[in-house]
């Protein structure tokens, strides 16, 4: 593991940069069109692709829990699952536990966040917050501030049109009425694209006449036939969802009626993909109208040059992958943050970075810019020097990741990444944790994925014998890891004596 250090030794600028980290819920790589695959030619993109122009892509960012709640108070915290406390979507962060943002206040940053929170416990750390209580709705959405604050869904005031546009109405509100004079960080969250993949009126008749592209595994129907040890989150599930949204007509989801009535299981799993990855563009869409609307702003009140801005999202997500959607898997498309970072007077233009970013390394990193030691209970690094493309010989060549809420078609699971392999562990238990599906234990698995031969993982080479060294140095290098994040010390005799039965 690589030890915390303080600020990089890169010349600080005597105003250190304001900070705006602008995140989506769910707006996975495949959907952004600056990673390729099958939705390239259909993203609406234009201000995504303007950050890409004038900053710096990563191409492997991770999270080390794909889940929106742990995802979040990682990127606060700079601490895996295990320390911070925040396993699963039921769990709070502690308003106590150290973050970026109280840090960055209390060296004299404004810090203010506006849209999705999704930590229950009330905000520490800004000086200003605006928040959707819970998931908070796509339509008329509710917002909490320090004036109106309850806990749960109570509370807040409404506000009309749709979320995003809303969301970024109150960041630029917010940036208007700060103090001119001081530094400034905020953190702009969009309730876009979470399911119910809702979008606004503008967007209504987008991709009306199109067939999408459908990726190649979308009719991966038998996990057997790939060798994976689950199920998961198939296409069905949200069809059904679907219908009966249709016969109760509640509102819930938009474009429906939708029905599979007459169709064989590959026409029906192919119309559920069209309606699922159209809805999703054009709930991105409205992401890309409003990041416009925040680089107009900083370009009309110059503030461009000194601002860094990231845009990025929780996690991934699958859209037809597998069959699947939803996230939570350590597989590319669920593990996968995308990633867009420009600072004018620092960052190159035009380039992407292929080394391993954590989301816990985000705190580090914007700790770096503003010239602030990293406290020694933060587990990431800033890679401040990777995005000059002078990446430290120390960079980590390898990363750890935990599931925790564990479900019988996604089983809770460990495993590690290399810049080719990757091997993954479901241990299938729920450990007593607060948010798991079920508390009945599946069959450990393991598999395995060479990610140069096959990188959309089709096929699970974990039983195959060219492979046995790489494997089984690829455990060891998996207990090391668990042991340097202090992971293992968590151990109960349940996981224990699952590990030492299957290692």
């Not at 952004?32 to 122009?53: D, F, M, P, S, T």
């Not at 710096?56 to 895996?80: K, M």
């Not at 993949?197 to 009306?208: H, I, M, S, T, V």
Request: charge should be negative; charged fraction near 25%.
């Amino acid at each position: 593991m690589l030890t915390a250090c303080g600020p990089s030794s890169i010349k600080q600028e005597q105003q250190p940069p304001n900070i705006i980290f602008v995140m989506s819920d769910d707006h996975t790589s495949q959907a952004w069109g600056i990673y390729g695959g099958a939705l390239e030619n259909y993203a609406v993109n234009k201000n995504i692709k303007r950050l890409a122009a004038e900053g710096v892509v990563l191409d492997n960012a991770f999270c080390t829990n794909s889940i929106c709640v742990p995802s979040r108070a990682s990127i606060l915290t700079g601490q895996y699952s295990h320390n911070n406390q925040v396993y699963t979507l039921t769990d709070a962060l502690d308003p106590n536990r150290q973050n970026v943002a109280q840090l960055l206040q209390k060296s004299g940053y404004q810090t203010a966040i506006v849209g999705k929170w999704h930590l229950k416990d009330k905000p520490s750390g800004f000086d200003h917050f605006n928040i959707l209580p819970g998931q908070g709705r796509y339509h008329n959405p509710i917002l909490k501030d320090k004036n109106n604050w309850e806990y749960g869904n109570k509370g807040g005031k409404e506000y009309k049109g749709f979320s995003a546009d809303v969301i970024m109405d109150e960041s630029l509100k917010w940036l208007d009425q700060r103090d001119k004079e001081r530094p400034f960080m905020l953190m702009t969250h969009f309730k876009a694209t979470h399911e119910p993949f809702d979008y606004p009126e503008r967007f209504k008749n987008l991709f009306e006449n199109d067939t999408i592209p459908e990726p190649v595994s979308l009719l991966d129907f038998d996990p057997q036939e790939s060798g994976r040890s689950f199920e998961g989150q198939i296409l069905e599930i949200l069809a059904e969802r679907w219908r009966q949204a249709s016969m109760e007509d509640n509102g819930r989801y938009p474009g429906l009626p939708f029905d599979t009535e007459g169709l064989d299981a590959v026409q029906a799993r192919k119309k559920t993909y069209q309606k699922f990855v159209k809805d999703f563009l054009k709930s991105a869409a409205a992401i890309d109208d409003n990041i416009g609307r925040m680089l107009t702003y900083l370009d009309e009140n110059g503030l461009t040059d000194n601002t860094l801005i990231i845009y990025t999202s929780d996690q991934g997500y699958f859209l037809g992958e597998h069959g699947m959607f939803d996230k939570r898997m350590f597989l590319e498309e669920s593990a996968r943050m995308p990633f867009v970072i420009r600072y004018p007077k620092e960052i190159p233009a035009g380039k992407r970075v292929k080394d391993i970013i954590l989301n816990i390394d985000f705190p580090s990193l914007l700790l770096d810019y503003a010239g602030i030691p990293q406290p020694e209970q933060f587990q990431g690094e800033s890679f401040r020097k990777n995005l000059l493309m002078e990446t430290p010989d120390q960079w980590r060549d390898k990363m750890y990741y935990r599931y925790y809420a564990h479900a019988l078609n996604r089983p809770a699971h460990l495993g590690i990444r290399t810049d080719r392999h990757k091997l993954i562990f479901y241990y299938g238990l729920s450990l007593g944790l607060k948010g798991t599906y079920t508390n009945q234990a599946t069959p450990p698995a393991w598999e395995f994925y060479d990610l140069e031969n096959d990188p959309l993982e089709l096929i699970n080479q974990y039983p195959t014998p060219k492979y046995k060294n790489i494997i089984q140095q690829l455990k060891k290098d998996l207990i090391e890891l668990r042991a340097n994040y202090g992971d293992a010390l968590t151990d109960g005799a349940e996981i224990k004596k699952v590990i030492q039965e299957n290692w």
